[in-house]
């Protein structure tokens, strides 16, 4: 082949490229949903006190935590699962109109986050926790344990009904759904109790009704229209 056939060969072949058709497209959005019952609480529990010196502050919550430790442990066992998920010691001023502000005091903080397996022992961990010196118990939550199963259901659900929504919107414009060249996912958990905040002293028995979790899936999925 001559330079001058190459040339021209090549100028044919980006022409051709350039005059191929997009692949026409159909979009469609699949949800799915699934009501369980959780298995798992997470509970926020909270000391705060306060003292005349970083030092006292610190050693009498340091005292009242353990407190409070120990009698959660005697409620779950001496394997619960128990972290600290803030600490803080802080001083305390109060702010004076044209003078240096004047320290009050020191303010010690320190929350743990109980998780709960045994649904049951709710409302007594909570009634353990205000009787043994915490002061802020709150932000209960109910989840699963495993989380995973579910939300495979769940997306499993949600794409079965994009495809379908897909063929259908497919079947409507004269033609089928070819290759799937998109697919995407979103998954959202909704508790059944945001959070229940107490400050002081618990009643004798807190009753506590875990209800139902919903877990929500949608799925969107990008097919070629063929005729």
């Known amino acids: 082949m001559t330079k001058g056939a190459f040339i021209l060969a090549s100028l044919s072949f980006f022409i051709t490229a350039g005059q191929a058709q997009t692949p026409r497209l159909v979009r469609a959005v699949g949800e799915g949903v699934i009501t369980v019952k959780p298995d798992l609480a ?31 442990r005697r409620v779950l066992g001496p ?41 049951s022992l709710v ?35 949600a794409t079965k009904q994009a495809k379908a929504h897909a063929e259908a919107i497919a079947a409507g414009l004269g033609g089928r759904i070819g290759s799937i060249f998109a697919a995407s996912e979103g998954v959202s958990y909704s508790p059944p109790i945001r959070g229940a905040d107490t400050t002081g002293p618990a009643a004798p028995t807190t009753p506590i009704e875990t209800g139902l979790l919903q877990i929500r899936a949608t799925v969107t999925v990008e097919a070629e229209l063929q005729q």
Do not use: C, H, M, W
């Open 42 to 72: 997470k509970l926020s529990v909270g000391v705060v006190t306060q003292a005349n010196t970083a030092r006292d502050a610190a050693a009498e919550n340091g005292g009242r935590v353990e407190g409070v430790l120990t009698e959660l």
């Open 79 to 119: 394997t619960a699962d128990i972290k600290t998920t803030s600490y803080s010691l802080a001083p305390n001023y109060r702010y004076n109109q044209n003078a240096p502000p004047t320290l009050l005091g020191y303010t010690a903080s320190n929350t743990l986050e109980v998780a709960i397996g045994d649904l």
């Open 123 to 157: 409302g007594t961990v909570i009634d353990a926790a205000s009787q043994s010196g915490a002061n802020n118990v709150g932000g209960l939550q109910f989840t699963l344990q495993d989380q995973e199963p579910v939300r495979l259901q769940v997306l499993g659900l």
